[in-house]
């Protein structure tokens, strides 16, 4: 497979700006997996890991926006494209507010943390791989609407999925602060923490939405 994809790049060679759009999605995938990694060691209490993927994420952001910039103005150049210029903007911009959103987070574990008990560690374990789920299907949602809308319906679909089972884990983990013995401030920052994760996952849903929207009005 990987050989008839080189050959057909070969003869018909992709557009510098989908390989941008394709890059800036790669570097969303691997923000969002170190805000996965961040929040696992948060529940094991391993607080060398999300001090080296905080630092990690800080210049895997700065290359994304870097890639804005250049989507930004390659989108100027005469090079033929599906999507209009303003949808071409769109894609980007939701791009780089879900990666803002993912390190928003991430910044906020690296200044201040506290000790998780295993009880809402074992709850956070549960749930916390859609977050790296998420990374792997906005990538495949990128690369689908520049050459496969079937698959970006599917990809869509996925999507929408971790949204739901967002909904289930969130709910027992808040469940379990307030069952549980927890300190005032900490409590406060775990239904902070929930409500950035939310965003940050409500904000790649409306993403996804908007994508179902693009590929209704460049379907003939």
């Known amino acids: ?42 529940c094991k ?30 989108m100027y150049t005469r090079e ?12 980007a911009n939701q791009l780089l507010e879900i990666g803002d959103s993912a390190d928003f987070v991430i ?10 008990s295993p009880i809402l560690g074992d709850i956070m374990l549960a749930g916390i791989g859609d977050i790296k789920d998420l990374g792997k299907y906005l990538k495949e949602l990128v ?32 469940e379990a602060i307030y069952t549980t013995e927890q300190k005032v401030e900490d409590i406060i920052y775990y239904e902070i923490l929930m409500r950035n994760l939310r965003r940050t996952i409500l904000i790649a849903v409306r993403f996804a939405d908007g994508a179902r929207k693009l590929i209704l009005k460049y379907t003939l």
Request: hydrophobic share 40%.
């Open 143 to 174: 690369r689908a609407l520049f050459n496969n809308f079937e698959k970006a319906k599917n990809t869509i679909w996925e999507i929408h999925h971790i949204q739901r089972n967002m909904w289930v884990y969130e709910v027992d983990f808040l």
């Open 1 to 42: 497979m990987k050989i008839v994809e080189k050959i057909k790049g070969l003869v018909s060679p992709k557009p510098a700006l989908i390989e941008l759009f394709e890059d800036a999605a790669k570097d969303l995938q691997k923000i969002l997996n170190s805000l996965y990694r961040c929040l696992e060691a948060l």
């Open 80 to 91: 033929t494209m599906n999507f209009s210029r303003e949808d071409r903007q769109y894609i």
């Open 107 to 116: 910044r906020r574990l690296r200044a201040y943390r506290p000790n998780m």
């Open 45 to 74: 209490q391993e607080s060398g890991v999300i001090e080296k993927k905080a630092k990690k994420t800080i210049s895997d952001e700065l290359h994304l926006h870097d890639l804005y910039h250049k989507i930004i103005q390659q």
